[in-house]
């Protein structure tokens, strides 16, 4: 089921990790320092590993012995320090300033202009090459930004290289030009990474990697449709017919991949360079693409399921076919092109839906979805090429390729209602709800199940005798899947697909029938006992909508307060509401231990014209109480990502690092206790 499910949602979770709010300025910032580094030798076993910096005017970085409290301080990270080199006390710091800061109350440590830390070591291992370190700080000015920056240190040659950031470190070290060299170590070892440089690994393999692998899958279910599986036997058979040698046929094949796969990127990069690496990602909250959006999945389902095909027009066709019988490298490109036009009824909407979810992430995203796509496409028409003799196993043709277009439409049209509900969240205009949500899907997958088993037949279906093994297996899947889908109705939290139908507090009856609440208790409340500005969050945790009335309410009753920035068409912020907080564990602490602020970014009912103002941080005008928040999280903590969870005393400062998504509920809770436990009155 859960293969299944992967299927379903997996066009809604390519690269999702946490939801932007852009529009915010920050991701047009150029990093204010930049850093050097560099190596000294001391002594045959001693070095002095050196981190230099140029600071912009009236940009400050901050010490690592600024008061707590404060700024965020330099944090420094060595990986295998104890096993190749320690570490001869802390990093030395250039010269600083003090001054007092009024927001924090703190006197901070800071530098600028310049800034340079020497950290001096040992080696233990004499043939140690290279010694890898990261620094993690904050830099302020009006806005603080926080910054991480990778160092390889050569110790042969006294040079290092310096990665301004993860994306380009991770490149390096796909290129194989960062792997540090320790004793134990041969040319195919990985490199041995931080735990923190680990979880930053994970993110970026749950963003990009993900779109090409997700891209990769939909690319091997459009090749089984029937715009393209009949032309693997059609198109390998050409070559190796027409071919004089094996070796030129095998040649032309794979020149035929190549074009494939150079089309696709093609199209991907020019989705890129029209809309801009982060134009769409404001995309993913806005309600007129929500709805565009949901309009053209219903259209690509309809087509999928035999109302009507989407094609380009003959003449194209036409004109290709004509380039393609000249030959020579040239007729192979355009057979290439031929065969990406020619399918398009089938590989359009698939593609469509690819492009547009990926443009919405941003960056190079629809680069690598097509590239993803056009690989799975084009490896099979090598590979027979290659090796025909396997094209005897190959399933022939048949009503078995229309029945994968139509699985495909049934998802389609599931998944369109998952954008008409995010547009329907922002609003708030409760028009899907969480039971008619699900019963939506249940009739759909329900309706799928039927058609599996063979009780009904779309336009295009050849008649049905009876039905293969394999599609009595899937629809035992999908049948299962319904069935899990019912309890939903009645209150079940469905954590499988957490985050993709509205929250629980976001519907009719939001306990359901046979619903048991979780966790620790806590005070209880009748909505007129509410305090203002307060209502019931998720899992009947008290939860304030503004910060100002929160924060006074945490101080009469004496708890600390949890910021919690959040959207409403924010996954993942539903993910941690769904998986994180309603263990007993978490919840019982968000109940009574914490007084709970939500901040919605993404809200967009007007502010009163007397409270609309411009932001000293962004320039622009802020006129929705989402506009608010989401200026108010970028001034105050400069970031703009949501889930962002912040701990504060009674004066408003934070008691320990802020957290992001989180979803494993072992750290989150560590996270938790941590801040409690600095906690005073």
């Known amino acids: ?68 409290g404060g700024p965020i301080p330099m944090m420094f990270e060595y990986v295998d320090a104890e096993e190749n080199y320690v570490l001869e006390g802390d990093a030395k710091e250039s010269e600083t300033a003090r001054a007092y800061n009024d927001i924090f109350g703190v006197d901070e440590v800071y530098f600028a202009e310049e800034a340079t830390f020497t950290q001096r070591i040992k080696l233990v291992d004499e043939d140690l090459g290279l010694i ?31 990665f301004t950031n993860f994306d380009d470190f991770e490149a390096y070290q796909i290129r194989g030009g960062a792997k540090a060299v320790s004793k134990d170590a041969d040319a195919n070892d990985k490199p041995v990474v931080s735990e923190k440089l680990q979880k930053e690994e994970a993110k970026v393999d749950r963003g990009i990697f993900t779109v090409f692998w997700v891209a990769f899958l939909f690319g091997f279910v459009a090749l089984l449709t029937p715009c393209v599986f009949p032309m693997i036997p059609m198109t390998v058979g050409f070559f190796t017919k027409q071919s004089k040698t094996k070796a030129r046929g095998i040649r032309n094949a794979l020149l035929y991949g190549f074009f ?33 959006f949901f309009v053209i999945l219903i259209i690509f389902a309809a087509s999928f399921l035999g109302a009507f095909e989407i094609m380009l027009p003959n003449s194209w066709a036409n004109k290709v076919d004509k380039q393609a019988d000249k030959g020579g490298i040239a007729g192979i490109f355009f057979m290439a092109l031929a065969l990406a036009i020619v399918s398009f009824s089938c590989t359009g909407p698939i593609v469509g839906s690819l492009l547009v979810e990926a443009a919405s992430k941003g960056g190079i995203a629809p680069i690598v979805g097509m590239l993803g796509f056009s690989l799975a496409i084009a490896i099979p028409f090598v590979l027979f090429a290659m090796l025909p003799g396997w094209m005897n196993s190959l399933p022939k043709s048949g009503g078995w390729l229309n029945t994968v277009k139509v699985v495909l439409g049934f998802l389609e049209l599931a998944l369109a209602f998952k954008f008409l509900s995010q547009a329907d969240l922002v609003l708030d205009a409760h028009w899907l709800e969480r039971e008619v949500f699900l019963a939506i899907w249940i009739a759909v997958f329900s309706t799928l199940v039927l058609y599996l088993f063979g009780k009904i037949s779309m336009p295009h279906d050849s008649p049905v005798k009876h039905i293969s093994v394999g599609r009595l297996g899937f629809g035992l899947v999908v049948l299962t899947f319904v069935i899990y889908l019912i309890p939903g109705l009645w209150g079940a939290p469905l954590k499988i697909i957490s985050g993709f139908p509205p929250p629980m507090n976001y519907s009719e009856s939001p306990y359901g029938v046979g619903f048991t609440k979780t966790g620790g208790g806590g005070a209880s409340y009748s909505q007129g006992d509410f305090p203002e500005h307060a209502e019931l969050g998720p899992h009947d945790i008290l939860a304030f909508t503004d910060y100002e009335a929160g924060m006074a309410y945490a101080k009469k009753v004496g708890k600390p307060a949890m910021i919690d920035f959040t959207g409403k068409a924010c996954i993942n912020c539903r993910k941690m509401e769904e998986r994180v907080w309603s263990e007993p564990q978490i919840l019982g602490k968000l109940k009574n231990d914490v007084v709970l602020i939500s901040l919605y970014v993404d809200i967009q009912k007007k502010l009163p014209k007397e409270e609309q103002y411009t932001s000293e941080t962004t320039g622009k005008r802020i006129r929705t109480i989402g506009n608010k928040w989401s200026d108010f999280q970028i001034e105050k903590y400069g970031v703009n990502a949501q889930p962002y969870y912040v701990l504060l005393n009674s004066k408003e400062e934070m008691l320990n690092t802020p957290a992001s998504y989180m979803p494993d509920v072992d750290e989150y809770e560590a996270w938790l206790k941590e801040g409690l436990g600095n906690y005073k009155e």
């Open 132 to 162: 890898k370190a990261q620094i993690f700080y904050q830099i302020c000015k009006e806005v603080c930004i926080n910054e991480e920056y990778y160092f390889v240190f050569n110790i042969k040659d006294k040079t290092a290289k310096v």
């Open 1 to 68: 089921m859960r293969l299944f499910l992967t299927l379903c949602i997996a066009l809604l979770s390519i690269g999702q990790t946490f939801a932007q709010i852009p529009g915010s300025g920050l991701q047009d910032i150029k990093s204010p320092a930049k850093w050097e580094g560099s190596v000294k030798q001391i002594s045959d076993q001693e070095y002095e590993l050196i981190f230099e910096a140029e600071i912009e005017d009236e940009w400050h970085i901050y010490s690592q012995y600024t008061p707590d």
């Open 260 to 292: 494939i796969v150079v089309i696709y990127v093609v199209l991907g990069t020019l989705v890129t360079a029209i809309f801009g690496a982060d134009a769409l990602n404001a995309l993913s909250t806005s309600v007129t693409f929500n709805i565009i």
